[in-house]
């Protein structure tokens, strides 16, 4: 009885201590609502769409990962609502502002409280593909409407229960829009068919107006008597709703028309415009005010704030920008430079490299830019620019400094090595960047050219060293063994090729060359392990391949992800392979069992934390940390170390660290098992670190 009690007493302490320093602990942004496992999270997501509450104290901002809400006066972040598990394509405040509804990108419909940041209910009423890229509350609150792409239906809502209302169908190309009429009484949705529908909210009866082709966007005037329309016949258009005739049209040169929006007034109507740019119109006269020019790619979404005085713009060069209206005074005058910009991000992560003393990991992204962000304090401490903005294809840490690639639409690839100063690049003619990789020793740039063969540059001179040809469809993905000696190659004919680096010459085919036109086992992703000795291989199934390099045979397959696997890397020492997948999880494998007969057949962790497919993988020098970059535009450091003890915290295997573990360990305290920290006795220690994995 007194042993019991004593462990009891120090479970207790535990608890009491480890609570005591998770109170205290103050967050910034890059550390709010993290998943289980992570430190950080880089960069917020891709926005995608834009609202200001209804009072005008806040703005949301949705993104591909969730939606951050800003203080509309200071501009800073002061949350952010998101589930894991999707991207949000659209959002919407409810008239009362207590409800902040968001469109996922699974076809799912979220509704949270705005006071408590807590998720509500999440409303399935379209399919599970299919981004909800419209949402439109009634004016007095009580019904949701949701339309989602490529999707020929409109979902209606019951607020309050969280019930399904109705589906209103007949169009027949994808709802683009939706929109309320300020009595409530009247629900505008637009489709690619080219219709914009007016249904009586009541009934479900409608009018069908053709407008042309691709109606993108959608908005009622404040007095009801009229909607604009956009469309992707380049026009902007003013509808009269008692006759549905066209009261205004103006036809852009080049510029498809995504977004529109009128002033609370009714005034004002801002509209996409040519070259990313934003026209506002005087509703009255039809002539134009101003043109807003900071963009430099198309407007996803436009909405004023309700006292009218400020335009919020996103645009695909993933900036959100605030622009001053009051102060746009001179009439049809070109303004080049908002207010502020409230939520900027660099897009989707297509390269991630830490260097070599682990204080720094480098990021590329679609914009052209390379990051630099400090391992410790997670801050952006450096860019580099590239001149050209094309996507980062892949980036390093080498002798020389950093180096990158970059992809060009004259084929032609460019690489910056920098040193605290930038050097001229050197231009490498006639290739193609899908499949690119550095050796090991900075030396050597291998890049398929777009037709199956794999060129060798030696980056000292710019010489082309080799052209190495086998393979017989398109080249996807390139990786050097840690030796430099061995390139392995794959792509679309569902083999791997080895070659001679030094000789240029092929030395193995592992798999199958498949020629088929049908759906192969494409190679997406491969990876050797530090000892060069395994090639581990991910692909378009989902299930990962184990090949001896040495013996060239096939060891095994590990199986866990739902999707393709785009992105494998093994830990420093060997013992961890990370698997990345388009299903948004990273597995943690032991890789100590595969050179042996009795091959791990589950991971040892599941790390869910992207809203997107996880495309690059790397572990820091030290093994301590993974990093892990995705197209939801976000990389999220995993701390490798607390994840894999946290697996081996429960004990009793029951799938989850509780009390039963903690007094499985209590009472082997003086024994060398469970010992978690490595000092060869079960002690106190051991209970802390199990009970550090108790709380949330």
């Not at 998943?35 to 993104?63: H, M, Y």
């Not at 469109?103 to 209910?121: A, K």
């Not at 009541?202 to 959608?218: F, K, Q, S, W």
């Not at 549905?244 to 028309?257: D, G, K, L, N, Y």
Request: with cysteine; glycine share 10%; aromatic share 10%.
């Amino acid at each position: 009885m007194q042993k019991s009690q004593f462990f009891l007493f120090i479970i207790f302490l535990v608890f009491a201590f480890v609570l005591f320093l998770h109170e205290g602990f103050t967050e910034d942004s890059r550390r709010w609502h993290l998943p289980e496992g992570a430190r950080a999270r880089l960069g917020k997501g891709s926005p995608t769409d834009v609202r200001f509450s209804p009072d005008g104290t806040q703005i949301a901002v949705a993104s591909t990962i969730g939606i951050w809400l800003y203080d509309a006066q200071t501009y800073q972040e002061t949350d952010l609502l998101m589930d894991h598990t999707r991207g949000i394509r659209s959002c919407m405040y409810s008239p009362d502002g207590t409800i902040l509804a968001g469109g996922g990108t699974d076809g799912t419909v979220l509704l949270w409280d705005v006071n408590t940041g807590q998720l509500v209910t999440t409303l399935k009423g379209h399919e599970r593909f299919r981004w909800v890229r419209t949402l439109a509350f009634s004016p007095d609150g009580r019904t949701l409407a949701s339309g989602a792409d490529y999707e020929d239906i409109v979902q209606l809502w019951d607020v309050a229960t969280a019930q399904h209302r109705a589906t209103f169908t007949g169009h027949a190309g994808g709802v683009t829009a939706v929109v309320f009429s300020p009595d409530g009484r009247t629900l505008a949705s637009g489709s690619r068919d080219g219709t914009v529908r007016l249904w009586d909210v009541a009934t479900g009866e409608h009018d069908a107006i053709l407008v042309g082709p691709e109606v993108l966007t959608l908005a009622f005037s404040p007095d009801g008597r009229t909607f604009a329309s956009g469309d992707r016949g380049n026009r902007t258009q003013l509808w009269d709703m008692d006759t549905h005739q066209p009261r205004w049209s103006f036809t852009e040169p080049t510029q498809i028309i995504s977004a529109v929006a009128f002033s609370p007034d009714g005034t004002l109507l801002a509209s996409e415009s040519e070259n990313a740019a934003i026209r506002l119109w005087d509703v009255n006269t039809g002539q134009q005010r101003a043109i807003l020019t900071a963009h430099t790619r198309p407007i996803r979404s436009l909405v004023f704030s309700p006292d009218g005085k400020t335009l919020a713009s996103v645009g695909e060069d993933n900036a959100v920008r605030l622009w001053d209206i009051d102060t746009l005074k001179a009439p049809n005058t070109v303004y080049t430079q908002s207010r502020s910009i409230l939520h900027a991000h660099p897009g989707y992560v297509t390269a991630v490299a830490f260097s070599p003393d682990n204080t720094v990991l480098l990021s590329g992204s679609e914009d052209g830019v390379l990051r630099l962000w400090n391992t410790d304090t997670v801050e952006q401490q450096g860019s580099i620019f590239t001149e050209n903005k094309r996507w980062i294809r892949t980036a390093a840490f080498l002798p020389n400094g950093v180096t990158f690639v970059s992809a060009g639409y004259d084929g032609t690839v460019r690489f910056w090595n920098t040193i605290g100063e930038k050097r001229p690049p050197l231009a490498l003619q006639d290739l193609f960047t899908v499949g690119t990789a550095f050796s090991p020793d900075g030396r050597i740039l291998a890049s398929e050219n777009g037709h199956s063969t794999i060129s060798l540059w030696d980056l000292t001179t710019g010489e082309h060293r080799a052209a190495l040809e086998g393979h017989i469809h398109w080249v996807k993905v390139l990786a050097f063994s840690p030796d430099g000696k061995t390139l392995a190659s794959g792509g679309g004919d569902s083999a791997i090729l080895l070659w001679d680096v030094s000789t240029g010459q092929h030395r193995a085919t592992l798999g199958k060359q498949d020629s088929t036109q049908g759906r192969r086992d494409d190679v997406y992703a491969l990876a050797f392990s530090p000892d060069n000795k395994t090639l581990a291989r991910g692909g378009a199934y989902g299930p990962i391949q184990l090949w001896d390099a040495d013996a060239q045979q096939r060891l095994f397959t590990l199986r866990g992800h739902t999707g393709e696997v785009d992105a494998l890397a093994f830990s420093p020492d060997g013992g961890t392979l990370a698997s990345g997948s388009w299903d948004g999880t990273i597995l943690l494998w032991d890789a100590t069992t595969f050179l042996t007969d009795e091959p791990q057949d589950s991971p040892m962790a599941i790390l869910k934390g992207h809203a997107d497919a996880v495309t690059d993988l790397v572990f820091s020098p030290d093994g301590e940390t993974l990093a892990s970059g995705s197209w939801d535009g976000t990389i999220l450091l995993w701390e490798i170390t607390s994840l894999l003890t946290q697996t081996a915290s429960d004990v009793n295997g029951d799938g989850v660290v509780n009390i039963l573990d903690l007094t499985f360990v209590a009472s082997s305290f003086g024994e060398n098992s469970p010992d978690f920290n490595g000092d060869g006795i079960v002690n106190i220690l051991d209970l802390v670190l199990v009970a550090n994995h108790i709380l949330p």
